[in-house]
């Protein structure tokens, strides 16, 4: 079964340093997400991409965040300026449609985990 | 979107069939109700969603009720493979009607499937 792979599994980075999270969505998938999930805490939505531009996103997804697809098969999570509090759990997902429609259900990548220290 | 309501954890015997319900009061009347569940240290797995029928797949049941307010998700023959934390989510929609995919996780219910 297609899945969705991220890349690295685990990254430390310093405060303050840029950090990109890369992720390889299902490849007939048209709609790409961005959540993540600090340890203990929910999943949390942060963007959602359609299209070649951001469809929706969240508070969290501040300035400090970008998100693009370099060509056609990756998509990344940029963070420009990593700060202790972005430790977390990234998780990448792909869509075949839009998820309000029937048969077009979120699949998960594994995760990248993100260490700032 | 709406609210839900999980139980925080919930034990089930291997071979039996685990119930999970959720409370979903306040859905709206186009709002679908999803279930994901999340085996530690993965990302999160779709499992079945439905409208107002029962719907059923090859990993489990999703029983609604007549005035959808509350559901029961159904692992017929759970595993030990099947201990995750498992997400009831009502929606995404947003004002247009359709959504990319904001999906609202809550805590969960954590099932616990013992030998």
């Known amino acids: 079964e297609p899945e969705v792979t991220q890349t690295p ?18 490849s007939n998938h048209l709609y790409f997400y961005w959540y993540r999930q600090i340890l203990g805490q929910k999943v949390e939505f942060l963007v959602s991409f359609y299209n070649n531009e951001i469809s929706e996103k969240s508070e969290i997804f501040d300035d400090q965040f970008s998100v693009e697809r370099p060509d ?11 700060k202790l509090e972005d430790s977390a759990m ?19 990548g594994n995760g990248t985990r993100l260490t700032v220290t | 979107d709406a609210k839900t309501t999980q139980p925080p954890s919930m034990d089930c015997a291997e071979g039996r069939a685990a119930n999970l319900p959720c409370n979903h009061s306040t859905i709206s009347g186009n709002e679908y109700v999803y279930w994901y569940r999340q085996i530690h240290s993965q990302g999160p797995q779709y499992i079945i969603h439905g409208l107002k029928n029962n719907e059923t797949n090859e990993m489990a049941s999703l029983i609604i009720t007549e005035d959808r307010k509350s559901s029961t998700l159904i692992l017929p023959h759970a595993t030990l493979r099947d201990t995750a934390v498992y997400y009831c989510i009502v929606g995404p929609l947003n004002a247009g009607g359709t959504s990319y995919g904001k999906l609202t996780f809550g805590q969960g219910t954590i099932l616990t499937v013992h030998p």
């Open chain 1, 9 to 26: 599994s685990h990254q430390v980075t310093q405060m303050g340093q840029e950090v990109i999270l890369r992720c390889v969505p299902i």
């Open chain 1, 72 to 82: 056609g098969s990756n998509f990344t999570l940029k963070i420009r300026s990593t």
């Open chain 1, 90 to 108: 990234y998780f990448c997902a792909s869509s075949v449609g839009p998820h309000s429609s029937y048969n077009s259900p979120l699949h998960f």
